[in-house]
């Protein structure tokens, strides 16, 4: 049976800010309380996702969650009526506000661990919704996370979706942003590759600086749930170095796609021995692998981090050809800029750059790859998938009259404290779960 990987962006939500909350992410912390702009974030992602659907990719759409989150605000001691838990909140804690309204959601990579049918036990697509238990603005999103999974995956015979792993700094899981797939072909059997910064147990180097969010124990047990077997799975170690430098997950330093992995030099721990088992274990299963390397003295780790080179998106399109979706700031890096240029020079299976302005996701540390959750279907499970957030001329259209409808252009993390903004977003949520036809996903609406 035919199959594909879709992209499955998140919507930017209505309280986009700049609130600085995520230690170990070079440009959240540069950005901190810097005025954002939530109607261009908005319009920046969508159209990223029209233009890749119009040139033959498949897209769709995940919602935004409810932010300011009552629920988080009501259970760490704010009482009363809506608006007074804000505005207590914003005199008492205003570091708490600001993590029940951070929009980080938008980052899907984020969102779950998702292994295809052609990999598990079952035959079924397996989503594991990640705990992100080391940010406390991250670790309240699984919940609502798998409430919107089970809304565009609904249907049981063909999909799973799991539980988050428990929320502890044992089972620090990082969802989509440290995994990959390589294959063949997209409904081939593949090897999953398993990224971690540490293990809780094992014994290893670790960073000294910024915390590793990924623990080797929950990318093990995301495989076991998913049914995944030791020949198709393949497990490293970030360099911790590179962590400590700004790389807080794999994909801030790595993208792979079908046979071809893109990534920095100093990417892995023991990196030729990381090489060396994906190329067998591929070549066991028909597969031919292929590592694009970057050497450090052509492109640094610091302009990496800077220039989000490789929290990119590689995609093959229909007609074999492999595009690689990269940020404005790539082009605004010389030496990052002159290594893309060149490598219509070089022997490499990309064929294509593309280039989005995402300056407002960028800013607060996440590229074309955070926005997207990649999930590989086959015929059948796409037509089983919630027909209404399928990227297309129609949908566009009533996504960006809702966004100039709903958003605000300016956001600073004073307005937080704006007992309307929870009003604002809760009407725009409620219009665009009919738009997306998912149903009463949010607590607002039960």
């Excluded at 991250?138 to 979706?161: M, N, Q, V, Y």
């Excluded at 044992?170 to 059997?189: K, M, Q, V």
């Excluded at 700004?246 to 090489?275: M, S, W």
Aim: charged fraction near 25%; proline fraction near 5%; aromatic fraction near 8%.
């Amino acid at each position: 049976m035919q199959a594909f990987e879709a992209n499955f962006d998140g919507l930017v939500g209505p309280t986009h800010n700049y609130a600085g909350l995520s230690f170990g992410n070079v440009a959240s912390r540069n950005n901190e309380k810097s005025v954002a702009n939530p109607k261009a974030a908005a319009k920046q992602g969508l159209r990223k996702m029209k233009q890749l659907a119009d040139l033959g990719f498949h897209q769709g759409v995940l919602p935004p969650l409810e932010r300011p989150s009552l629920k988080l605000l009501r259970e760490l001691g704010f009482t009363g009526s809506d608006t007074s838990v804000i505005e207590r909140a914003a005199r008492e804690a205003p570091e708490l506000l600001a993590a029940a309204s951070s929009a980080s959601a938008m980052w899907t990579a984020n969102a779950a661990t998702v292994s295809p049918s052609a990999d598990t036990s079952d035959e079924r697509v397996h989503f594991t919704p990640a705990n992100l238990a080391s940010k406390l603005h991250r670790a309240i999103e699984h919940g609502e996370t798998r409430r919107s999974l089970c809304a565009i995956f609904a249907d049981e015979a063909r999909f799973r979706i799991h539980h988050a792993l428990p929320g502890t700094p044992a089972l620090g899981d990082e969802g989509a942003a440290n995994h990959t797939r390589f294959c063949s072909e997209y409904g081939a059997r593949g090897v999953e590759f398993f990224v971690y910064g540490r293990s809780e147990y094992g014994q290893g180097p670790q960073p000294q600086r910024y915390p590793a969010r990924q623990t080797l124990e929950a990318s093990r047990a995301v495989a076991r749930l998913h049914g995944l077997g030791e020949r198709s799975t393949v497990f490293a170690q970030q360099l911790p170095d590179v962590i400590d430098a700004g790389v807080f997950h794999n994909d801030v330093i790595a993208v792979g796609n079908r046979e071809t992995l893109f990534c920095h030099q100093r990417a892995f721990l023991d990196q030729p021995k990381v090489y060396d088992e994906l190329r067998s274990k591929l070549d066991a299963q028909g597969a031919k692998f292929t590592a694009i390397e970057v050497p450090e003295d052509e492109v640094s780790v610091a302009d990496a981090v800077s220039s989000y080179l490789f929290n990119s998106q590689l995609l093959t399109g229909a007609d074999g050809r492999q595009v690689l979706v990269v940020p404005q700031e790539c082009r605004e890096n010389a030496r990052v800029a002159k290594y893309l240029d060149s490598l219509a020079t070089r022997s490499t299976p990309i064929d294509e750059v593309l280039v989005f302005d995402l300056r407002e996701s960028m800013k607060n540390g996440g590229g074309p790859a955070c926005l997207r959750l990649r999930v590989v279907l086959n015929d059948a499970e796409r037509a089983a998938v919630n027909a209404g957030v399928w990227m297309n001329d129609t949908l566009f259209a009533r996504l960006d009259a809702w966004i100039d409808t709903h958003y605000r252009d300016q956001l600073a993390p004073a307005d937080l404290a704006d007992p309307q903004l929870l009003d604002q977003s809760r009407t725009a949520l409620d219009e665009l779960t009919t738009i997306l036809r998912l149903g009463s996903i949010y607590d607002f609406q039960r």
